[in-house]
């Protein structure tokens, strides 16, 4: 990759780490615009912040929040008092790559660093859970995580191979579990309008959409409605 070519982008956030949390989200990197400052109407500059994100809708739609989608502290601050609610971290796993086009295909991303992941670990003890928001294709949460463990010398272990795909592995005498979810994004409804189970709930109820197949799925894995 010659150095005219490539443009780093940086993660623009740091994790959010409650003291109590038990679950972590896992992502990868935001869209270039949070690391360049040039947002768009209705992002909010914060984790999973795009307006064309699906997680904060889905959660949104779980937990009843009744979000603001602006770019404001008042819809910053919705965020963070949930997660702090409900003992939920997000440590997206890449701390900066190099990219070719400045766009947010995970695919694009080129000399990955990540980011140590056991050190923030260390900071939230009760943590058991990691929710990766995507699979294990290539540059995806799960398939760095992966490369991570083997670095580490750690194992693995598939406990079910079925959505949202279920490891776990062992941390300081700590048994943490970790969910593959179907991506928030757009980019992954094609593979949703795919899947078996999506077809079968479809043909039953016609309205039955993507953002509903991904409610179902993520509300099995985040905290249970207090």
Not at 41 to 59: M, R
Not at 98 to 123: C, T
Not at 144 to 159: M, N, V
Request: glycine fraction near 8%.
């Amino acid at each position: 990759m010659s150095g005219e070519n490539k443009w780093l982008h940086m993660h623009p956030f740091e994790p959010f780490l409650p003291k109590e949390a038990t679950h972590l989200i896992v992502g990868t990197l935001p869209p270039p615009r949070f690391s360049i400052g040039s947002l768009k109407k209705g992002d909010v500059s914060f984790c999973y912040g795009s307006i064309d994100g699906q997680l904060w809708p889905i959660l949104d739609r779980i937990y009843g929040l009744g979000l603001k989608y602006e770019n404001t502290s008042l819809a910053i601050q919705q965020r963070k008092e949930f997660l702090r609610l409900y003992n939920i971290g997000i440590c997206e796993i890449v701390a900066h790559c190099y990219r070719e086009k400045v766009d947010a295909s995970d695919l694009g991303m080129r000399e990955v660093q990540l980011r140590d992941l056991f050190y923030y670990l260390d900071q939230v003890p009760q943590v058991t859970t990691l929710l990766f928001t995507g699979g294990g294709s290539k540059n995806g949460p799960e398939y760095f995580f992966k490369s991570y463990l083997k670095k580490k010398g750690l194992d693995f272990f598939l406990e079910k191979d079925a959505v949202p795909r279920q490891h776990s592995f062992t941390f300081q005498q700590r048994r943490i579990r970790t969910y593959s979810l179907t991506a928030p994004s757009g980019a992954a409804n094609r593979a949703i309008g795919a899947m078996d189970a999506y077809k079968a709930q479809k043909a039953v109820q016609p309205k039955f959409n993507t953002i509903d197949f991904r409610v179902q799925q993520y509300q099995k894995v985040f905290p249970p409605v207090i």
